[in-house]
């Protein structure tokens, strides 16, 4: 499968963005999609999953961006998608979309994911 994430682009401290991640080569239903972001000088962290329909499409989000960020996903178009609320400078990064077919348990691991594919700049401005 190959992931692309798009959608980023630069916004004033407390706007909004909504990033997609779209699949290709094969569905992505039977997985958990996840985004990720990188901060300048530093590693690759998580930022919100959802799980595979069979799962009930849980979510989960990193506590830095829980009630300001919301990930959705629609398999019918293969995609996936985070809504970015009141972004912060501190949002700035490049953030990256994964599938993962792990436990829901381990979601949150960078290690867990492939198929990044290019990521996405975003950059908040103070």
């Known amino acids: 499968v190959q992931l692309q994430a798009s959608g980023g682009g630069l916004v004033q401290a407390g706007g909004s963005l909504r990033l997609s991640c779209a699949a290709s080569?094969?569905?992505?239903?039977?997985?958990?999609m996840g985004w990720f972001r990188q901060r300048p000088g530093k590693e690759r962290e998580f930022v919100a999953a959802?799980?595979?329909?069979?799962?009930?499409?849980?979510?989960r989000y990193a506590d830095s961006v829980k009630s300001r960020f919301s990930i959705s996903r629609d398999n019918a178009k293969n995609t996936a998608y985070l809504q970015m609320n009141s972004l912060q400078p501190e949002d700035t990064a490049v953030y990256y979309c994964?599938?993962?077919?792990?436990?829901?348990?381990?979601?949150?691991?960078?290690?867990?994911?492939?198929?990044w594919g290019q990521g996405t700049l975003v950059t908040v401005s103070s």
């Open positions: 994964g599938v993962t077919q792990i436990v829901w348990a381990y979601v949150d691991s960078t290690d867990r994911y492939s198929n």
């Open positions: 080569g094969r569905t992505v239903r039977d997985f958990h």
């Open positions: 959802i799980s595979r329909s069979a799962y009930g499409r849980s979510t």
